[in-house]
């Protein structure tokens, strides 16, 4: 964060001090996120700070950093925490790395489709979740986003859970989707986003977990022989903030700045909700063989994974209850 407060016009600057008895204090924020630049998260990244540079008259800037310009998500949630990043839209699969409970909203099939999902992220339960991010992870979290649910590619032909068995897999690096892929026993090979492409083209890996937009839009599907459509797990995102950035904010910039984040990485909610439908129905009318599965394929696969869970996260009985009680 580099301090630049001779931005505001003096006059301007005088009068918001004599009003709010905050010195006024321009800031040049830095957020980071791993999505290519035409992705819905990085788009959001950048309506937010067009909107806090407005919502500040032009004191506050934001430069988003996309691709993994700044490094991949560990690298960027440690500089979170010494302050060296100030902000990051970031896969909750990174953070729940750090706190485990987060775990918890991989549930395989806690979400029955994409709008049930938005309403489990938007509960008071999930939001009450980000409380415990300062203490235990060095970062405030703001909100929640998404990108949708995920599915399963294949290079070869996939009739059955069986047909998984030892395929190289990919996923998506975090506990959660590891320890599902294992109870199928599959091969599961984190791998970043961006090695994706390549690894699925050149067959480094037999087959992929990724969502319905990446699939469509980056074209995942030209190097499959099978689609998968299981909707098995829901994909969140979380509006970060370095804790020490945020303890040298004033009180009206941390609600301005938890406002505006919370807004815009919610707007990916309502974009996965009213997209992810579409994305999926393009890939199957590509011709590629399409299969449209439910938990019943996965046998004792979810079974296995909520009884590791029930071990691994406290929030899994919350989150259950939140699921059941927005089902409709
Ligand atoms: C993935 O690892 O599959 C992923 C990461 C960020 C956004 C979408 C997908």
Same mark, same amino acid.
């Given at each position: ?27 040049? +924020? =830095?957020?980071?996120? *791993?999505? /290519? ?8 990244? !950048? ?20 691709? =993994?310009? @700044?490094?991949?998500? &560990? ?79 294949? =290079? ?14 990919r996923i998506?690096p ?5 320890? +599902?892929? %294992?109870?199928?026993?599959?091969? /599961?090979t984190p791998m970043p @986003?961006?090695a994706v492409?390549?690894a ?5 890996v037999?087959?992929?977990?990724? #969502?319905? !937009?990446? *699939? ?5 599907? !030209? ?7 299981? %909707?098995?797990?829901?994909? /969140?995102?979380?509006? @970060?903030?370095? &804790? ?9 910039? =941390? ?38 599965? #439910? ?15 029930? !071990?691994?996260?406290?929030?899994? #009985?919350?989150?259950?209850?939140? &699921?059941?009680?927005?089902? %409709?």
């Open positions: 964060m580099k301090f630049m407060s001779k931005t505001l016009g003096g006059a301007a600057a005088l009068a918001l001090t004599v009003l709010s008895g905050v010195a006024a204090q321009a800031e040049e +924020f =830095r957020l980071g996120l *791993i999505t /290519p630049p035409p992705h819905i998260w990085t788009k959001a990244a !950048e309506a937010f700070g067009a909107d806090l540079s407005a919502a500040s008259d032009g004191a506050h800037t934001v430069t988003v950093f996309p691709a =993994r310009q @700044l490094g991949n998500e &560990a690298e960027m949630l440690q500089q979170l925490q010494t302050g060296a990043l100030d902000m990051a839209f970031m896969t909750v699969a990174e953070v729940s790395n750090r706190a485990q409970d987060f775990g918890a909203f991989y549930a395989p099939f806690l979400a029955a489709d994409i709008d049930h999902a938005g309403r489990i992220l938007r509960s008071d339960f999930a939001n009450g979740m980000l409380d415990q991010l300062p203490a235990e992870v060095g970062v405030v979290g703001t909100g929640y986003g998404m990108a949708g649910l995920r599915q399963i590619v294949t =290079r070869g032909s996939v009739s059955s859970a069986d047909d998984l068995a030892g395929l190289k897999l998506t975090f506990e959660p989707i590891l320890d +599902f892929y %294992n109870a199928l026993g599959a091969a /599961p @986003l961006p492409y390549e699925l083209a050149n067959g480094q037999d087959a992929i977990d990724m #969502d319905a !937009e990446l *699939i469509w839009v980056l074209k995942y599907y !030209e190097h499959a022989d099978t689609v998968v459509q299981s %909707n098995h797990m829901m994909f /969140p995102m979380v509006g @970060l903030v370095s &804790a020490r950035v945020w303890a040298g904010l004033s009180a009206d910039d =941390r609600a301005m700045i938890g406002d505006l984040m919370a807004k815009h990485v919610d707007s990916t909610i309502d974009t996965y909700v009213a997209k992810d439908r579409d994305w999926l129905a393009q890939v199957r009318d590509t011709g590629k063989t399409y299969i449209e599965v #439910d938990q019943a394929f996965f046998g004792d696969a979810v079974d296995q994974w909520n009884t590791i869970w029930a !071990e691994k996260s406290s929030a899994l #009985d919350g989150l259950r209850a939140v &699921a059941a009680d927005t089902a %409709n």
